[in-house]
T-cell receptor, first 114, second 113 residues
Framework: EDQVTQSPEALRLQEGESSSLNCSYT??????LFWYRQDPGKGPEFLFT???AGEEKEKERLKATLTKKESFLHITAPKPEDSATYLC???????????????FGTGTRLTVIP | DSGVTQTPKHLITATGQRVTLRCSPR?????VYWYQQSLDQGLQFLIQ???????AKGNILERFSAQQFPDLHSELNLSSLELGDSALYFC????????????FGSGTRLTVV
């Protein structure tokens, strides 16, 4: 059974204080690992997809990395506007063609204090 | 605006009632996914349709059903509603396998009283 565990559940950072969020996963054949950002009361917003161990992707102050068991979302010099819940999700290889659903973790709620 | 349209934005109804949530996917996307998000359980996958056909099913209750129409819009029907069904219901769409991510709508907040 697919499993995604995110830690920490909540993180408070001072503006400019870099840190990392962790996503540990168990899946029977990883097709892709996704990171999303979600603001309160809104739909998740796509950030990155990673496909293989060793892959890295960057977007502004965010960098996502992937190993065979976990992914990290590194936040460099965060700003208050980076405050949000960050969700990790896995997409598993399925036998049914076109079955592409994502399995989500419960997220890390990030607060960046000015 | 993500391009995925969900209506209504808010819905308040009584226990035992039936409601229909609607989703119009982003132009060109063939897959539609429904997710339920409650405070204590995060985003739970319900069901996926691809070009009108069901492709994957998650922990969707028997009281819930969905379909995707020829114009690719989708509806999620929730019946015999219980207090525990109160949640945010999100629709997402993708073209094919979602290589470039899934685009989520802004959700329907369902409150069962």
């Amino acid at each position: 059974e697919d499993q995604v565990t995110q830690s920490p559940e909540a993180l408070r950072l001072q503006e400019g204080e870099s840190s990392s969020l962790n996503c540990s996963y168990t899946v029977s054949g990883l097709r892709g690992l996704f990171w999303y950002r979600q603001d309160p009361g809104k739909g998740p917003e796509f950030l990155f997809t990673l496909y293989s161990a060793g892959e890295e992707k960057e977007k502004e102050r965010l960098k996502a990395t992937l190993t065979k068991k976990e992914s990290f979302l590194h936040i460099t010099a965060p700003k208050p506007e980076d405050s949000a819940t960050y969700l990790c999700a896995v997409q598993a290889k399925r036998n049914v063609a076109g079955a592409n659903n994502l399995f989500f973790g419960t997220g890390t709620r990030l607060t960046v204090i000015p | 605006d993500s391009g995925v349209t969900q209506t209504p934005k808010h819905l308040i109804t009584a226990t035992g009632q039936r409601v229909t949530l609607r989703c119009s996917p982003r132009s060109g996307d063939l897959s539609v996914y429904w997710y339920q998000q409650s405070l204590d359980q995060g985003l739970q996958f319900l069901i996926q349709y691809y070009n009108g056909e069901e492709r994957a099913k998650g922990n969707i209750l028997e009281r819930f059903s969905a379909q995707q129409f020829p114009d690719l819009h989708s509806e999620l029907n929730l019946s015999s509603l219980e207090l525990g069904d109160s949640a945010l219901y999100f629709c997402a769409s993708s073209v094919g396998s979602g290589t470039y991510g899934y685009t989520f709508g802004s959700g329907t907040r369902l409150t069962v009283v």
